[in-house]
């Protein structure tokens, strides 16, 4: 953008380059909405008057809002590389993410977020990044990359760096861990905010937390919680992801006084939700549907986090902006009809319309496993174990105990208890360490599924009956060099390949989605009750999200931040 002409085009002086005529503007700031037009310039919005322009397109009366921003997202968790994320978020009039890279930076380390800092460049979704806070997330984990302070510091500079990314080690918070707080001090010296990640976490624990320069926090699942962390001075992220869903149980808190600390976020959401919900645009319906004001659901996906994160050109329709314009044929419905980012048409009628180049660079993958030497095998060393119970629609577990299943001095899967076995195998090292736990709710009745998308260190996860299917699963994943399958009766049924770290794939979102479609009808034949059991699946292995979790080290007691043995 030139300054100077944008400053002419803004008085006259000179041509704007196009001018939206006949709209009803959503203005984020005095919360009115009154018919004007949008003059354009260099991709920037010059004014919100009638002014001379090379080009006009009538609205007919159709409502122009700014460009949606999804304030906390893990890309990686579309399966699909920044170019086709953009894709298919577009439409929906998502023009801006600020993402955190942890998935892929946990595999490669600082080559993870130098490859998403380079195949998001110069696409029409703007691309901004928080760094990547903990990697890995706890030292009760193999991940392929450790990164300290001063491992973060060369990219401080980068233009698209605007915050430091979830703080999911509360516990190195509280503990004033010497490299956790270095990491909080490089983003505060630069001005840029800390988002937080804790669960649960309230009174002395929170105070601390909150001390320490933590800002936001997108995991709260109750109202009371959400309500505690407001108050002390947090912004709140409120998730409606694939694997996580808060909107509903978090809509209550909103109100007059305390809209201006709250905002939207997705965190993970799979290709499937992507295409039939939509993106920001479905949390934003949602609310309205549920009674929200229109134009505050509007600003909570806007203002709020444009506000929060210091993205002064971004989040309303304003002269100066980013000319981000997302044209609704209904307001009530939310229906997105056209999509302008920077100036540029991209999409209309729920697609692209925009020709751009979605070839992507490849990042090499981490695979050094040799699966055909696992042992799955777990002697019965007592006769209850601890269970992981899964919770429908939260990434959160419970925490149980079952009787042992014993067969030739060993514990195994009873699937007419819904007991299967889980495992976790480290996938960097070619050691092949493997945790072993069990888990109640996913309702196989025979076969195992795997997957390398397994947050945040995302080495191996299976889960299944028979130890020949978890095994046969595994290899499959490795042979990949990442990706998801699904076994039974000693061979693998289907699979999706994800070449790039283990974690995404260069097709486009929708052929993504048909692939785990495909996957997800043959779990269902095998006993399958979850709507999304991959997705289920890739949480099973995050220690930071109480109660019960497994990494390669063992069981992990998250309430306790430690590890616990099987047998209780």
């Given amino acids: 953008m030139s300054l100077k002409s944008l400053i002419q085009a803004a008085q006259g002086q000179i041509d704007c380059d196009l001018l939206l005529t006949h709209a009803r503007i959503i203005n984020v700031f005095d919360g009115r909405i009154y018919e004007g037009c949008i003059a354009i310039h260099g991709g920037y919005i010059a004014a919100l008057e009638r002014r001379p322009a090379r080009r006009e397109i009538d609205l007919g009366g159709r409502w122009a809002a700014p460009g949606f921003i999804d304030a906390h997202v893990h890309i990686e968790s579309a399966m699909s590389v920044p170019a086709q994320f953009a894709r298919a978020v577009l439409p929906h009039g998502t023009t801006t993410v600020v993402a955190d890279p942890h998935e892929i930076a946990n595999v490669l380390g600082t080559a993870g977020i130098d490859y998403m800092l380079a195949a998001s460049e110069g696409l029409p979704l703007q691309c901004l990044f928080a760094l990547s806070s903990c990697v890995p997330a706890t030292a009760m984990e193999t991940a392929g990359a450790r990164l300290g302070a001063a491992d973060l510091e060369r990219f401080w500079s980068h233009p698209r760096i605007v915050a430091l990314a979830e703080m999911m080690n509360f516990p190195g918070v509280l503990a004033a861990d010497t490299e956790v707080l270095a990491k909080i001090a490089a983003a505060e010296t630069r001005g840029k905010p800390v988002d937080g990640h804790a669960p649960g976490l309230g009174g002395a624990g929170l105070a601390a937390y909150i001390a320490a320069g933590v800002g936001s926090d997108h995991e709260c699942t109750r109202p009371e919680e959400a309500l505690e962390k407001l108050a002390a001075g947090m912004r709140i992220m409120i998730r409606e992801g694939t694997g996580a869903k808060n909107l509903d149980a978090l809509l209550p808190i909103v109100n007059d006084d305390n809209w201006p600390r709250i905002m939207w976020c997705t965190d993970d959401r799979h290709p499937h939700d992507l295409i039939a919900e939509g993106h920001i645009d479905a949390l934003v319906r949602r609310a309205i549907a549920a009674g929200m004001d229109p134009v505050r659901a509007i600003r909570l996906a806007t203002l709020t986090p444009a506000t929060y994160f210091g993205l ?155 130890d020949e299917d978890l095994r046969t699963a595994i290899a499959a994943v490795a042979e990949m060099g990442g990706g998801l399958a699904v076994a039974a009766n000693g061979r ?73 043995p099987l047998f209780v």
């Fill in 312 to 466: 002064r050109r971004c989040g309303a329709l304003a002269p100066g902006r980013r000319a981000d314009v997302v044209i609704l044929d209904d307001l009530e419905q939310l229906a997105v009809g056209q999509v302008w980012a920077g100036g540029q048409q991209v999409a209309a009628g729920g697609a692209m319309i925009l020709e751009d180049d979605t070839s992507s660079p490849v990042a090499p993958t981490v695979m050094r496993l040799d699966a055909s030497s696992l042992n799955l095998a777990v002697p019965a060393n007592g006769g209850q174990v601890r269970v992981i119970e899964l919770v429908p629609g939260q990434v959160v577990t419970g925490s149980g105990q079952a009787t042992a299943s014993v067969r030739d001095g060993l514990a195994v899967a009873d699937p007419s208890r819904d007991l299967l076995k889980l495992a976790v195998v480290e996938r960097y090292s070619g050691r092949g360490q493997t945790g072993i736990g069990f888990v109640r709710g996913f309702g196989l009745k025979r076969g195992a599924l795997a997957s390398s998308v397994a947050h945040d260190s995302h080495n191996i996860i299976a889960v299944g009956v028979e």
């Fill in 492 to 564: 693998v049924h289907s699979r999706l390949p994800l070449p790039v770290a283990g974690l995404m794939s260069l097709e486009p979102v929708e052929t993504v989605r048909d692939r785990l479609d495909r996957l997800n009808a043959v779990v269902r034949t095998l006993g399958g009750r979850l709507s999304d059991p991959f997705m289920t699946l890739s949480f099973l292995a995050l220690p930071v999200i109480p109660e019960l979790k497994l990494t390669d080290q063992g069981l992990v007691d998250v309430v306790r931040f430690a590890l616990v």
